[in-house]
């Protein structure tokens, strides 16, 4: 299936700072979806991203759709220790067949 | 709700084994997918059931592999013979279709 390319892998920043990671498309996008798993965890639904140059807050976490639907990216305000986690983007196969196609996503870590 | 049930939260067998992995999904889901969750590959879709229908079983790595949903309360995955290349954790998740999905806690799987 077709492949979303997350971007950084690895991410490791002091607590107060910001984060951001990325989700790139060779291909149009009909959405994008965001979920976020603890260490020892399952991954839990964040948000969904339809539109074109979307733009949804939730607190400190900022979700971006670009203008030509290949690309997304989600950041963190002033990051706290429990931010830590991996973030994966997955996109949708579309059409009748609802299937999720996962990035490898960033796994974030926060210094106290 | 209480969410996606999976059961057992672990498991391990020897190779050669039957194993059988089983999933409750939310009530009035009309969705269910089984993943596997390696740190190589990442989160793999193994099968997509729509309506307790199998959709997409293009992910199934091979015929040792199986699944079912026989009402929309309950779904098996079943690996026989297992092998110690299946080890991994295993998430079953349900959904509205085009909503996020949620994921129960898994299934880790260990085969020695």
């Known amino acids: 299936g077709q492949q979303v390319m997350q971007i950084p892998q690895y991410q490791h920043v002091q607590e107060g700072e910001d984060f951001t990671t990325y989700c790139n498309s060779s291909?149009?996008?009909?959405?994008i979806q965001w979920y976020k798993q603890r260490p020892g965890g399952h991954p839990v639904f964040l948000i969904q991203?339809?539109?074109?140059?979307e733009v949804k807050k939730q607190k400190r976490l900022t979700f971006q759709f670009g203008e030509a639907k290949k690309n997304s990216s989600l950041h963190i305000t002033a990051t706290q220790t429990t931010d830590v986690g991996t973030y994966f983007c997955?996109?949708?196969?579309?059409?009748?067949?609802?299937?999720?196609?996962f990035g490898k996503g960033t796994l974030l870590t926060v210094n106290p | 709700d209480a969410g996606v049930i999976q059961s057992p939260r672990h498991e391990v067998t020897e190779m050669g084994q039957e194993v059988t992995l089983r999933c409750k999904p939310i009530s009035g889901h009309n969705s269910l997918f089984w993943y596997r969750q390696t740190m190589m590959r990442g989160l793999e879709l193994l099968i997509y059931f729509n309506n307790n229908v199998p959709i997409d079983d293009s992910g199934m790595p091979e015929d040792r592999f199986s699944a079912k949903m026989p009402n929309a309360s309950f779904s098996t995955l079943k690996i026989q013979p297992s092998e110690p290349r299946d080890s991994a954790v295993y998430f079953c998740a349900s959904s509205l279709t085009d909503h996020g999905y949620t994921f129960g806690s898994g299934t880790r799987l260990t085969v020695v």
């Open positions: 991203l339809v539109k074109s140059g």
């Open positions: 291909t149009t996008l009909s959405n």
């Open positions: 997955a996109r949708n196969s579309g059409g009748s067949n609802y299937k999720l196609t």
